[in-house]
């Protein structure tokens, strides 16, 4: 009776496996020269979980342009790398406006050191009544770092369109009486709409999502759960 003899497989020689080591990344800069990845590639790779409505699927871009307190002309793209929170509004504005920039402030005492990573504006609904000088000391008030923006009643047309935001100015007597969206729109730092974030979310999960997209585009740790 024959002897039979267990096969074995043998481990690849360790020149082998260092070979193979030196190599995969070299094989997968070439591949990424060849066949470059683009931005909804890219995209398809984001795991960001948020608080806030998410639109990232309707691809929409926050583009605006329009005039800070300084007589800067401002578009998105003065704040790329940023994640940006932007609301629409106006000084006289009894309750919304306040509440919603006071939540913003909040927020960015939430980050911590990542507040230096966010952009926080206001686009004024009511150029004609709210001048350079009156939108600088009100969004001041809240936080230095905020930036007040106007334009012409067209430009500011053409911004509340970019957010698909509705405004509405109605002679009221010797006053008038104004409407507006309250919502608050979370921009990413490569200038895509992400999220909408209603009037009544609290600014602890605000701060979270703004942290999510930080994260997401790779300029922050994880959230510590700081407050």
């Not at 927020?107 to 507040?115: E, F, I, S, T």
Request: proline share 7%; charged share 20%; with cysteine.
């Amino acid at each position: 009776m024959s002897e039979l003899t267990p096969s074995v497989a043998h481990p690849p020689g360790r020149w082998r496996l260092a070979l193979g080591a030196f190599l995969a990344p070299w094989l997968i800069f070439a591949a990424v020269l060849v066949y470059p990845p683009t931005d909804s590639w890219l995209r398809s790779f984001n795991t960001a979980q948020f608080y806030g409505r998410e639109v990232t699927a309707r691809g929409r871009l926050g583009a605006f342009s329009l005039m800070d307190t300084s007589g800067r002309r401002r578009t998105l793209a003065d704040f790329s790398g940023k994640v940006v929170l932007l609301a629409f509004g106006y000084t006289h504005c009894p309750d919304a406006c306040p509440t919603t920039l006071a939540r913003m402030a909040k927020v960015r005492q939430l980050l911590g050191a990542d507040a230096a990573k966010v952009q926080v504006l206001f686009v004024t609904i009511d150029p004609e009544r709210d001048d350079a000088t009156l939108l600088e000391n009100y969004v001041h008030a809240f936080d230095p770092s905020f930036i007040g923006l106007r334009g012409s009643d067209a430009e500011t047309d053409s911004a509340a369109r970019a957010f698909q935001a509705d405004y509405n100015i109605i002679p009221h007597g010797k006053d008038v009486l104004v409407e507006h969206t309250v919502d608050t729109y979370l921009i990413d730092p490569i200038g895509a709409i992400r999220v909408v974030f209603p009037y009544s979310q609290p600014a602890e999960e605000m701060a979270q999502d703004v942290h999510a997209a930080l994260r997401e585009a790779g300029l922050c740790w994880p959230w510590s759960g700081r407050a």
